[in-house]
């Protein structure tokens, strides 16, 4: 089966403690696709451009008031991001092992920055956007595609399972319309080159592949660029959709890629939607591709709208829940929603 057209969660959970976060994910999503967490309530290191700590080779990062920095050296921000990410795949592969999973054919997914994100996110040391220097971007892009792969690597013997990738690039959209901010107003940030995105992606496609998920929640997704990529699926917020993104979901789609719908709701919500719903907010996208469901049924995953960190823990269960079902229901029936 497709390793992306299943349910999974995006990455993100709420509360401080690996363990707890770990049974749930396991325990819920066995046969979907766990995903080792990221507990950005733990604070430094924790969250998305801290976990970059822990992966990055050669590169360490420190704060400062703005969030992060290029850093000469490893500090304690490093080893605080080494050791979140340590508890966290020790945590994983306990509930692993307790639920008798190991060496079953399973597929498990881990998270981190993407390349444009990262260099977006990162300050040099002069206090400007990594982006902004051409030799930054690619050196962070070469180390964080070499420090991907041994993570990948590593977690995949541990659990005896294969472990595929998802890069989150929230700022992939402002960067290429020149929308990010700079130091001052006299110091824009320019518009990235197109050609640059993609050569950037396919790097770290390349050190992890074969099969890369990108998640992009936000708004004006690229996907002519994407169609130019290697990238082989990607996870948005369904509720983001306007009409003409249609046609590049459906040219992804006709290309032999995946498409993750975040259809559950990353926050509680007023009313708890049912599983049957879910399953309709599935087919309400799907039904106007102008594809038959059947021919989608190996082509669509579901997941919640984004991450679920600020969830309660009660809600982000039963969020994964609703993703479980609703994507069970897809690949087992879809002519049946």
Not at 136 to 150: C, F, I, K, N, T
């Amino acid at each position: 089966m497709n390793a992306f057209a299943r349910a999974s969660g995006i990455g993100s959970w709420p509360g401080t403690t690996p363990r707890a976060a770990a049974d749930v994910v396991v325990g819920e999503l066995v046969g979907a696709l766990p995903h080792l967490v990221e507990l950005p309530a733990r604070g430094v290191g924790a969250d998305l451009l801290g976990r970059a700590g822990a992966l990055l080779i050669d590169v360490a990062i420190d704060t400062v008031p703005r969030g992060y920095r290029i850093a000469a050296r490893p500090g304690s921000v490093t080893r605080r991001a080494i050791s979140f990410l340590d508890e966290d795949c020790d945590v994983f592969e306990e509930a692993w092992e307790i639920a008798g999973l190991r060496g079953g054919g399973h597929v498990v997914k881990v998270q981190a920055p993407g390349p444009v994100t990262l260099a977006a996110g990162l300050e040099l040391a002069g206090g400007h956007r990594a982006i902004t220097d051409a030799g930054a971007v690619r050196d962070l892009a070469a180390s964080l595609a070499e420090g991907v792969a041994a993570h990948q690597s590593s977690l995949s013997r541990r659990l005896d399972a294969t472990v595929v990738v998802q890069f989150d690039e929230p700022s992939l959209p402002m960067a290429l319309a020149g929308r990010l901010t700079g130091v001052t107003s006299f110091s824009p940030v320019a518009p990235l080159d197109e050609s640059v995105a993609v050569s950037l992606l396919d790097v770290c496609a390349a050190a992890v592949g074969p099969e890369v998920l990108l998640h992009c929640c936000g708004s004006d997704i690229p996907w002519e660029l994407l169609q130019r990529s290697t990238i082989s699926a990607i996870s948005l917020d369904a509720s983001t959709l306007e009409a003409a993104d249609l046609d590049g979901v459906a040219a992804f789609v006709e290309s032999g890629r995946t498409v993750m719908l975040g259809v559950v709701p990353a926050s509680a919500p007023e009313r708890r939607p049912s599983a049957e719903e879910v399953a309709r907010a599935v087919v309400a996208v799907t039904d106007r591709l102008g594809f038959t469901r059947t021919a989608l049924r190996d082509r669509i995953g579901v997941t919640p709208a984004c991450g679920l960190a600020g969830a309660t823990p009660q809600w982000a269960r039963i969020a994964i829940d609703l993703a479980c079902t609703a994507a069970a229901a897809f690949a087992e029936d879809p002519d049946a929603i």
